[in-house]
Each structure stands twice: as structure tokens, then as C-alpha cells.
């Protein structure tokens, strides 16, 4: 994995844009952030965490994260596409004044979810509870 760029670098590559703040869009991505929270809640007190529903767990963690991320951005103006956006995204953190600890945190997630959806890296109930316990924490502070 490679070491994250800084926000404004995607600025200047043209994978964010500033634009007109889209509060409408933000309302909607922290909705659905909530609602897979939610769910997630649903599914970890019916089913529970195990090594087989982790990959699951950890991928529903990642969108909550990323939407919420999504939605600071639009309401701050910036959007993101293309190539990279999802790390222009983990990078938008550092302007949020989160730790460093916590952006590699989020970008080792983003990492491993991609692993997770390309090439079916399989991953278990103890790594996903690190990540379900740090995206409650950082739910919080990006809500």
C-alpha cells in the first residue's frame, strides 16, 4: 500500500472539484449512512460477528465511513471521481484534523475492502471488530 497523498494534490490532479455545496446530497449520504448502521446493528445482534460474515461486516463499516466522509465533503463543496477518489476521500480526513493514526487506519480499510471486492482477501472476526469499534468512534465525529 502506498503512502496517502495530501487532499490538495487530488485538488490539483482534478479528482476533486470544488463546486456549489450540495446539502441535499450530504442529508442523503448521512441518511444512508445511518441506515446501514442500523442494519449492521440488526445483523450483529440476530446473527452475531464470526470469521465467516467478517469480510460482510468490514465492507458495511467502510460504506458508513465513506459516506459520512462524502457528505462533510459536499457540504464543504468539494466532490470527488475517477481514479483515486476514494483515496481523495481518506486524504479529506487530514483536513478534518483527524490523527494520523486514524487516516492510516481508514486508508488500511479502504485498502483491504478493495482486496475484499477484487480479489476475495478473506479477513476475521477479530480484525473486523478493530474496524467495527473504530468506525463507531469515527461515526461520531463525522456525523
Same mark, same amino acid.
Given at each position: 500500500m502506498? /503512502? ?6 487530488? @485538488?490539483?490532479?482534478?479528482?476533486? #472539484?470544488?463546486?456549489?455545496? &450540495? !446539502? ?5 449520504l448521512?441518511? /444512508?449512512?445511518e441506515?446501514?448502521f442500523?442494519? @449492521?446493528?440488526?445483523?450483529?445482534? #440476530?446473527?452475531?460477528?464470526? &470469521? !465467516?460474515n ?26 470527488s ?10 486524504a ?26 477484487y ?10 471488530e478493530k ?5 463507531k ?7
Open positions: 502506498r /503512502e496517502l497523498k495530501e487532499f490538495e494534490e487530488f @485538488l490539483k490532479k482534478g479528482i476533486v #472539484k470544488k463546486q456549489t455545496p &450540495d !446539502e441535499a446530497r450530504a442529508k442523503d448521512n441518511e /444512508e449512512a441506515r446501514k442500523g442494519s @449492521l446493528n440488526m445483523i450483529l445482534d #440476530k446473527i452475531g460477528l464470526s &470469521d !465467516e467478517a469480510n460482510d461486516i468490514i465492507e458495511i463499516c467502510y460504506d458508513i465511513v465513506s459516506y459520512l466522509i462524502r457528505a462533510k465533503m459536499l457540504l464543504r463543496g468539494y466532490s471521481s475517477g481514479a483515486g477518489a476514494h483515496e481523495a476521500e481518506v479529506y480526513l487530514k483536513t478534518l484534523n483527524f490523527s494520523e493514526e486514524d487516516v492510516r487506519f481508514v486508508n488500511q480499510l479502504r485498502y483491504f475492502r478493495n482486496g475484499i471486492m480479489y476475495g482477501k478473506r479477513f476475521d472476526k477479530e480484525y473486523a474496524v467495527i469499534d473504530f468506525m468512534k469515527v461515526r461520531e465525529r463525522l456525523k
